[in-house]
């Protein structure tokens, strides 16, 4: 690659993250927890292990005494309670805990809890958690700091998706469609108003999607490159299960149309699910059993009333999550309905073929959303649980902007639904999820 696409890409990087962090205080969600929590803890002792002598305040405490049993929130150990300390009162079986937050996932080992969502994201983030620590002289018994870094972790992750996301597009068109590209993405997708702006598990998964993607096209120009593709999307399933469908539709082309390169994507990849597998088994008895699937089943009691995480009927889901007004894909981002027409046209034309490689991945993906018990993704804003589609619709608008550009009707068309989806991410940065679905509109 010439210097040239690579200083435009820097740029494109630094450009996205001074946007993304105009607005300093991130969504305060709880789902993020997790993944800062799991980071703390590797930071402090090594271990993505989590346990009540750690961090109290993320336990509900039950305190014996004389006038009998009551709840109590411990901040921290040197909390006063009554007389002695909460630390004095633990040691004397006083305080006892009995109940976690919904974030953490009980294990097979005694009074031991990890992350729900899993340990890829806070690995991945753990460099950057760890050097802002040491730049800034952070004390990891306060974790309001630490919150109010995940935000700038978040948004590194997303800027750099959408430098490689321009880089991609150099690939299949020229220097101004790649960047449009880009800015579609960037700016046009809930990648802006939800991912850039909580630690989510979602946020890291799009940047090793999208890297991965990268590094998969360039196997052609230097053969190790498919190794390191098939590292990074195992990297991204052990920060979402879900990223097994794009590392399966690689594979399983590698292996029919390119055996040698096959071979070693799988080598690659295949030691990271079997760390992935001895985790699960390690904390939760089973290679198959993860703290998701845990939760799952306690969640769709309490959201649709049954222990059936496929409750939600096909047609509603797909519905709700691409059309309705609250999560609706082509609502938040009708900039992508363009590229239904350049998926269309690749197939057509047979361009694009890398690309097109993931699409069965992404329609999987969606319809196991489409089913999913809770298919809105809790509270949130806009279309969270489709983000790992993204750098993929994106992309298909590679063969159709030379198109657009050059019908001035269509270019019109275009643009207002550019400066729509654009508007509604800014809006987006005023809401968090809870806010957002709980305003009135009737």
């Not at 993929?392 to 159709?400: G, R």
């Given at each position: 690659?010439?210097?040239t696409?690579?200083?435009?890409?820097?740029?494109?990087?630094?450009g996205?993250?001074c946007?993304?962090?105009?607005?300093?205080?991130?969504?305060p969600?709880?789902?993020?927890?997790?993944?800062?929590f799991t980071?703390?803890?590797?930071?402090?002792?090594?271990?993505?292990?989590?346990?009540?002598?750690?961090?109290p305040?993320?336990?509900?405490?039950?305190?014996?005494s004389?006038?009998?049993?009551?709840?109590i929130?411990v901040?921290h150990?040197?909390?006063?309670?009554?007389?002695?300390?909460?630390?004095?009162?633990?040691a004397e079986?006083?305080?006892?805990?009995?109940?976690?937050e919904?974030f953490?996932?009980?294990?097979?080992?005694n009074n031991?809890?990890?992350?729900?969502f899993?340990?890829?994201?806070?690995i991945?983030a753990l460099?950057l958690f760890?050097?802002?620590?040491?730049?800034?002289?952070?004390?990891?018994?306060?974790?309001?700091p630490?919150?109010?870094?995940?935000?700038?972790?978040?948004?590194?992750?997303?800027?750099l998706?959408?430098?490689f996301?321009f880089l991609?597009?150099l690939e299949y068109?020229?220097?101004?469609?790649?960047?449009?590209v880009?800015?579609?993405?960037?700016?046009?997708?809930?990648?802006w108003?939800?991912?850039?702006?909580?630690?989510?598990?979602q946020?890291?998964?799009?940047?090793?999607?999208?890297?991965?993607?990268?590094?998969?096209?360039?196997?052609?120009?230097k053969?190790?490159f498919?190794?390191?593709?098939?590292f990074?999307?195992?990297?991204a399933?052990?920060?979402?299960?879900?990223?097994?469908?794009?590392f399966?539709?690689?594979?399983?082309y590698?292996l029919?149309k390119?055996k040698?390169?096959?071979?070693w994507?799988?080598a690659a990849?295949?030691?990271l699910?079997?760390?992935?597998?001895?985790y699960?088994?390690?904390?939760?008895?089973?290679?198959l059993?993860?703290?998701?699937s845990?939760?799952a089943l306690?969640?769709?009691v309490?959201?649709?009333?049954?222990?059936?995480?496929?409750a939600?009927p096909?047609l509603e889901?797909a519905g709700?999550?691409?059309?309705s007004?609250?999560r609706?894909?082509?609502?938040?981002?009708?900039?992508?309905?363009?590229s239904?027409?350049?998926?269309?046209?690749?197939?057509?034309?047979?361009?694009?073929?890398?690309?097109l490689?993931?699409?069965?991945?992404?329609?999987?993906l969606?319809?196991?959303?489409?089913?999913?018990?809770?298919?809105?993704?809790g509270?949130?804003?806009?279309?969270?649980?489709l983000?790992?589609i993204l750098?993929v619709?994106?992309?298909?608008?590679?063969?159709?902007l030379?198109s657009?550009l050059?019908q001035?009707?269509?270019?019109?068309?275009?643009?207002?639904?550019?400066?729509?989806s654009?508007?509604?991410q800014?809006?987006?940065l005023a809401?968090?999820?809870?806010?957002?679905?709980?305003?009135?509109?009737?």
């Amino acid at each position: 690659m010439q210097a040239t696409p690579r200083i435009l890409a820097m740029f494109i990087f630094f450009g996205s993250l001074c946007l993304y962090n105009v607005n300093t205080t991130p969504l305060p969600t709880w789902d993020m927890y997790g993944n800062i929590f799991t980071t703390l803890s590797l930071i402090h002792d090594g271990s993505v292990e989590i346990t009540p002598e750690e961090i109290p305040m993320l336990f509900e405490w039950k305190l014996k005494s004389n006038e009998g049993e009551r709840l109590i929130r411990v901040a921290h150990w040197d909390i006063q309670v009554g007389e002695k300390s909460a630390r004095q009162l633990y040691a004397e079986g006083l305080l006892l805990p009995t109940k976690e937050e919904f974030f953490l996932v009980p294990t097979v080992h005694n009074n031991v809890f990890v992350n729900t969502f899993g340990p890829g994201a806070a690995i991945l983030a753990l460099p950057l958690f760890y050097g802002m620590k040491v730049l800034l002289g952070y004390d990891l018994n306060n974790i309001n700091p630490f919150v109010q870094i995940s935000k700038f972790v978040a948004s590194v992750f997303i800027a750099l998706s959408v430098a490689f996301i321009f880089l991609i597009g150099l690939e299949y068109s020229t220097t101004l469609p790649a960047l449009l590209v880009a800015l579609c993405y960037g700016l046009c997708t809930c990648a802006w108003s939800v991912g850039s702006q909580a630690f989510w598990q979602q946020t890291p998964n799009q940047f090793l999607l999208v890297l991965g993607l990268y590094l998969f096209i360039l196997r052609q120009q230097k053969p190790f490159f498919v190794a390191l593709a098939g590292f990074i999307f195992a990297a991204a399933v052990c920060c979402r299960p879900t990223s097994l469908f794009f590392f399966t539709a690689v594979g399983l082309y590698l292996l029919v149309k390119e055996k040698k390169h096959g071979l070693w994507f799988l080598a690659a990849g295949v030691p990271l699910g079997i760390m992935q597998a001895l985790y699960n088994v390690y904390y939760f008895g089973s290679p198959l059993i993860s703290g998701q699937s845990i939760r799952a089943l306690d969640w769709a009691v309490l959201k649709v009333g049954e222990p059936n995480i496929w409750a939600t009927p096909l047609l509603e889901g797909a519905g709700g999550l691409l059309l309705s007004p609250g999560r609706g894909l082509f609502i938040y981002s009708p900039i992508l309905l363009f590229s239904l027409w350049g998926m269309y046209r690749a197939l057509r034309d047979g361009s694009m073929s890398d690309v097109l490689i993931l699409m069965p991945a992404c329609f999987i993906l969606m319809l196991t959303q489409f089913k999913w018990y809770d298919w809105w993704g809790g509270f949130t804003y806009g279309y969270r649980p489709l983000l790992d589609i993204l750098p993929v619709l994106v992309l298909f608008l590679c063969p159709v902007l030379g198109s657009i550009l050059k019908q001035r009707l269509v270019l019109i068309l275009f643009g207002l639904t550019f400066i729509w989806s654009a508007a509604v991410q800014v809006i987006g940065l005023a809401y968090d999820g809870y806010s957002w679905d709980s305003k009135k509109v009737y």
